[in-house]
C-alpha cells in the first residue's frame, strides 16, 4: 500500500514562502498504473522526487510496503569525473549487492545502455542522451516494485525510446508504473487510472481518459493527446517537446534570431569591431547547444585572432575533450604551455585531458600544481578528491573533499563524491546523508527557475555579446 498524509511542501522566495502542497493526504490505488497529470509547475516531479526519497517534505509522512525506485527519468546523482561503470557499481554496492552480483548487473547496464566502450569513460563527457541511458539502464537493473517514471520516454533517440519502453513492459509483470509525463500518448500507453495534481490537490480518476478531460481545455485535448515524442523542436544537439513553455519559446526564438543575424554578417563580410571576440562568443553558445563541432570551428578561429589569451586555449581545449578530440586538445595544451606553464586553468585542464586518458598519476600530477597557486578553488580540490578515489587513498581524497565543501557548500558535486568516499569506507548511513545533502543542494539550486531555461538565458547573452561586434 502507498499512501499520503499530511504532506506539506514549501520552498523559500525572495517573497516569501511558496508552498506546493500543504496538509495533502490521499492513498494511491493498489495495483494499477497511474499516471499523475497536471500543469506545469503544480509540482509533479517533486511529488514524485518526494515519493522516490531523493527530496523531502516539511512535515506529513509518505507511507509504503512496496520497494520504490528513484524517479528514472532523472539523470542526477552521477560523478562527473568516475566513468559510468564506477558510478553504477557505487550505486548497485550502496543497495547492497555482492561483489558477483554487481559483476553481473554491470555487463547488462553496458549492454542496455548501447553507449559501447563510453561506459569506461567518465561521465562528464556524456551527451545528454548518453547519461539517460546508463541512469535508465541502472533503473533496470533492480527489481523495483514500483517504477517512478519522469518523462523518461520523451529522451534519447528512437531505439533509445523503443527499448525504453520493451524494458519498462517486461518489468510490468511484477512492477507497477506511476508516471508523469506532457505526451498523453504516453499515459495511455503505460497507465490505466489518472491523478489530477492541480493547486495543490490530488483527484483520482479510476478512467484515465476522464482523467485527462479533466485537466486539458477542451480546445487543446486533441492536439495534446496525440502528442509523441516525436512532435519536438530541435535547437542545437538538444531535442526540446513541443509543449514547452511561454518564456523557453522565446528564448529560442532570440537565439535563433541572433544566430541568423551573425552568420548573415559573416557572409556579408560587414565591418566587425574586434572578430575574435565574435569568434569566441559564437563558440561558446554553440559549445552549450551542444553542437560541438561548430563550436571547435569558432574557438579555432577565435584562436588564431587572438593566441595571447589563455582563456580561449582552455575552452578551445575543454570543446575538444568533449567531442573526445584528444590529439587536438593535447596540440593546443602543449602551445599554450610554451607561454604559459604554471597557468593553473591550464594545469586544471591538463589534470582533465590526463582524468580522460586515464593517466590518473600525472592527472594528480597536474590538479596538485594547480592547487598550489588557487588553494581556495573548490573545483581544483574536488578534482583531486576524485582523482584519489580513483587511485582508493580514501583519507587523502577525503580531506580534499570537505575542503572544496568548505570552500563552497553550496554545490552539489562535493556532497556526491563524500558521499562515494564514505561508501567505500563503508560508513553508509553517513554516505545516505551526504548524497541527500547533494540532492537539497541541488533542488536549491533550480527552485526559481528551469535548468533548462537559465541554460538558454546565458546563450542568449552569449550571442547578444557577439552581436556587439558587428558594426
Same mark, same amino acid.
Given at each position: 500500500?502507498?499512501?499520503?498524509?499530511?504532506?506539506?511542501?514549501?520552498?523559500?522566495?525572495?517573497?516569501?514562502?511558496?508552498?506546493?502542497?500543504?496538509?495533502?493526504?490521499?492513498?494511491?490505488?493498489?495495483?494499477?498504473?497511474?499516471?499523475?497529470?497536471?500543469?506545469?509547475?503544480?509540482?509533479?516531479?517533486?511529488?514524485?522526487?518526494?515519493?522516490?526519497?531523493?527530496?523531502?517534505?516539511?512535515?506529513?509522512?509518505?507511507?509504503?510496503?512496496?520497494?520504490?525506485?528513484?524517479?528514472?527519468?532523472?539523470?542526477?546523482?552521477?560523478?562527473?569525473?568516475?566513468?559510468?561503470?564506477?558510478?553504477?557499481?557505487?550505486?548497485?554496492?550502496?543497495?547492497?549487492?555482492?561483489?558477483?552480483?554487481?559483476?553481473?548487473?554491470?555487463?547488462?547496464?553496458?549492454?542496455?545502455?548501447?553507449?559501447?566502450?563510453?561506459?569506461?569513460?567518465?561521465?562528464?563527457?556524456?551527451?545528454?542522451?548518453?547519461?539517460?541511458?546508463?541512469?535508465?539502464?541502472?533503473?533496470?537493473?533492480?527489481?523495483?516494485?514500483?517504477?517512478?517514471?519522469?518523462?523518461?520516454?520523451?529522451?534519447?533517440?528512437?531505439?533509445?525510446?523503443?527499448?525504453?519502453?520493451?524494458?519498462?513492459?517486461?518489468?510490468?509483470?511484477?512492477?507497477?508504473?506511476?508516471?508523469?509525463?506532457?505526451?498523453?500518448?504516453?499515459?495511455?500507453?503505460?497507465?490505466?487510472?489518472?491523478?489530477?495534481?492541480?493547486?495543490?490537490? !490530488? %483527484?483520482?480518476? $479510476?478512467? +484515465?481518459?476522464? &482523467?485527462?478531460?479533466?485537466?486539458?481545455?477542451? @480546445?487543446?485535448?486533441?492536439? =495534446?493527446?496525440? !502528442? %509523441?515524442?516525436? $512532435?519536438? +523542436?530541435?535547437? &542545437?544537439?538538444?531535442?526540446?517537446?513541443?509543449? @514547452?513553455?511561454?518564456?523557453? =519559446?522565446?528564448?529560442?526564438?532570440?537565439?535563433?534570431?541572433?544566430?541568423?543575424?551573425?552568420?548573415?554578417?559573416?557572409?556579408?563580410?560587414?565591418?566587425?569591431?574586434?572578430?575574435?571576440?565574435?569568434?569566441?562568443?559564437?563558440?561558446?553558445?554553440?559549445?552549450?547547444?551542444?553542437?560541438?563541432?561548430?563550436?571547435?570551428?569558432?574557438?579555432?578561429?577565435?584562436?588564431?585572432?587572438?593566441?595571447?589569451?589563455?582563456?580561449?586555449?582552455?575552452?578551445?581545449?575543454?570543446?575538444?575533450?568533449?567531442?573526445?578530440?584528444?590529439?587536438?586538445?593535447?596540440?593546443?595544451?602543449?602551445?599554450?604551455?610554451?607561454?604559459?606553464?604554471?597557468?593553473?586553468?591550464?594545469?586544471?585542464?591538463?589534470?582533465?585531458?590526463?582524468?580522460?586518458?586515464?593517466?590518473?598519476?600525472?592527472?594528480?600530477?597536474?590538479?596538485?600544481?594547480?592547487?598550489?597557486?588557487?588553494?581556495?578553488?573548490?573545483?581544483?580540490?574536488?578534482?583531486?578528491?576524485?582523482?584519489?578515489?580513483?587511485?582508493?587513498?580514501?583519507?587523502?581524497?577525503?580531506?580534499?573533499?570537505?575542503?572544496?565543501?568548505?570552500?563552497?557548500?553550496?554545490?552539489?558535486?562535493?556532497?556526491?563524491?563524500?558521499?562515494?568516499?564514505?561508501?567505500?569506507?563503508?560508513?553508509?548511513?553517513?554516505?545516505?546523508?551526504?548524497?541527500?545533502?547533494?540532492?537539497?543542494?541541488?533542488?536549491?539550486?533550480?527552485?526559481?527557475?528551469?535548468?533548462?531555461?537559465?541554460?538558454?538565458?546565458?546563450?542568449?547573452?552569449?550571442?547578444?555579446?557577439?552581436?556587439?561586434?558587428?558594426?
Amino acid at each position: 500500500m502507498l499512501s499520503i498524509r499530511n504532506l506539506t511542501k514549501s520552498y523559500k522566495t525572495g517573497t516569501g514562502r511558496n508552498y506546493v502542497f500543504r496538509d495533502v493526504s490521499i492513498d494511491f490505488p493498489e495495483d494499477v498504473n497511474i499516471g499523475i497529470i497536471g500543469p506545469n509547475g503544480a509540482g509533479k516531479s517533486t511529488l514524485l522526487r518526494i515519493l522516490g526519497g531523493i527530496d523531502h517534505p516539511d512535515s506529513g509522512s509518505i507511507n509504503c510496503d512496496r520497494t520504490m525506485s528513484w524517479p528514472l527519468g532523472l539523470r542526477g546523482g552521477f560523478v562527473g569525473n568516475l566513468s559510468g561503470r564506477e558510478n553504477c557499481r557505487i550505486v548497485c554496492s550502496l543497495y547492497g549487492m555482492d561483489t558477483r552480483t554487481i559483476r553481473n548487473k554491470l555487463g547488462f547496464i553496458k549492454e542496455l545502455s548501447g553507449i559501447g566502450e563510453y561506459f569506461e569513460e567518465p561521465v562528464k563527457y556524456y551527451s545528454t542522451g548518453m547519461g539517460s541511458r546508463v541512469g535508465f539502464a541502472l533503473s533496470m537493473a533492480f527489481d523495483f516494485q514500483i517504477l517512478l517514471i519522469d518523462e523518461l520516454i520523451s529522451v534519447g533517440d528512437r531505439n533509445f525510446r523503443q527499448t525504453a519502453r520493451n524494458a519498462i513492459d517486461e518489468k510490468r509483470g511484477q512492477s507497477n508504473v506511476i508516471m508523469v509525463s506532457h505526451s498523453m500518448g504516453s499515459m495511455r500507453d503505460f497507465c490505466d487510472i489518472g491523478i489530477l495534481l492541480r493547486d495543490g490537490e !490530488l %483527484t483520482v480518476y $479510476d478512467d +484515465l481518459d476522464e &482523467g485527462i478531460r479533466a485537466y486539458l481545455p477542451k @480546445e487543446e485535448e486533441k492536439e =495534446t493527446y496525440d !502528442l %509523441t515524442t516525436e $512532435d519536438t +523542436l530541435k535547437v &542545437g544537439s538538444h531535442l526540446f517537446t513541443a509543449h @514547452e513553455d511561454r518564456e523557453a =519559446t522565446n528564448l529560442r526564438e532570440q537565439i535563433n534570431g541572433r544566430l541568423q543575424q551573425i552568420e548573415q554578417a559573416l557572409r556579408d563580410g560587414d565591418s566587425i569591431h574586434d572578430e575574435g571576440k565574435l569568434f569566441h562568443q559564437l563558440g561558446l553558445a554553440y559549445s552549450r547547444l551542444g553542437d560541438l563541432d561548430q563550436a571547435i570551428k569558432y574557438l579555432h578561429k577565435a584562436l588564431q585572432e587572438h593566441p595571447d589569451n589563455p582563456s580561449y586555449h582552455i575552452q578551445m581545449v575543454n570543446a575538444a575533450m568533449q567531442k573526445n578530440r584528444v590529439e587536438e586538445a593535447e596540440t593546443v595544451l602543449a602551445e599554450a604551455f610554451k607561454s604559459w606553464p604554471e597557468n593553473p586553468w591550464l594545469l586544471n585542464q591538463l589534470g582533465n585531458l590526463k582524468t580522460l586518458q586515464r593517466q590518473t598519476a600525472e592527472a594528480f600530477d597536474a590538479y596538485s600544481k594547480a592547487a598550489e597557486q588557487v588553494p581556495d578553488n573548490a573545483g581544483i580540490r574536488h578534482c583531486l578528491a576524485v582523482t584519489l578515489l580513483s587511485q582508493g587513498k580514501m583519507e587523502d581524497a577525503l580531506q580534499h573533499c570537505l575542503k572544496a565543501i568548505e570552500i563552497d557548500d553550496l554545490n552539489p558535486t562535493p556532497f556526491r563524491t563524500l558521499s562515494r568516499i564514505l561508501a567505500a569506507q563503508g560508513l553508509y548511513k553517513d554516505s545516505i546523508r551526504a548524497l541527500r545533502e547533494a540532492n537539497e543542494k541541488q533542488q536549491a539550486q533550480s527552485r526559481t527557475l528551469s535548468t533548462e531555461n537559465s541554460e538558454l538565458k546565458a546563450i542568449r547573452v552569449l550571442l547578444e555579446k557577439a552581436t556587439e561586434q558587428i558594426g
